[in-house]
Nanobody, 125 residues
Framework: QVQLVESGGGSVQAGGSLRLSCAVS????????LAWFRQAPGKEREGLAT????????YYADSAKGRFTISQDNTKRNLYLQMNSLKPEDTAVYYC??????????????????WGQGTQVTVSS
């Protein structure tokens, strides 16, 4: 069992940056695939980036490449999403998700068993 708590959301103007954090607690001895998703009103949940805690491999959705960076700290208990050059269409609730290894670096939400409560990101023009 693992618990995820996101933070770092807020309001920012277009072109600005935000760094989201996800604190991972509980069974942190196992290896996981950790991911960031987002969901805008009226839209499906969208995968952005995923990272394997064991080896550090990453995978990005096309919508995130070049502007977003996923990373973890040395303790592997904190996951980050650095978001640059934000656009109004990036406005959404952002979620952290986890799946215990063995796992696949995937953007399919159903593949992740554990979810945080989400943090709101609002980008104004």
């Amino acid at each position: 069992q693992v618990q995820l708590v996101e933070s770092g959301g807020g309001s920012v103007q277009a072109g600005g940056s935000l760094r989201l954090s996800c604190a991972v607690s509980g069974d942190t001895y196992s290896s996981y695939c950790l991911a960031w998703f987002r969901q805008a009103p009226g839209k499906e949940r969208e995968g952005l980036a995923t990272l394997a805690t064991g080896g550090g491999s990453t995978y990005y959705a096309d919508s995130a490449k070049g502007r977003f960076t996923i990373s973890q700290d040395n303790t592997k208990r904190n996951l980050y999403l650095q978001m640059n050059s934000l656009k109004p269409e990036d406005t959404a609730v952002y979620y952290c998700a986890a799946e215990r290894a063995p796992c696949v670096l995937t953007m399919v939400a159903l593949q992740y068993a554990y979810w945080g409560q989400g943090t709101q990101v609002t980008v104004s023009s």
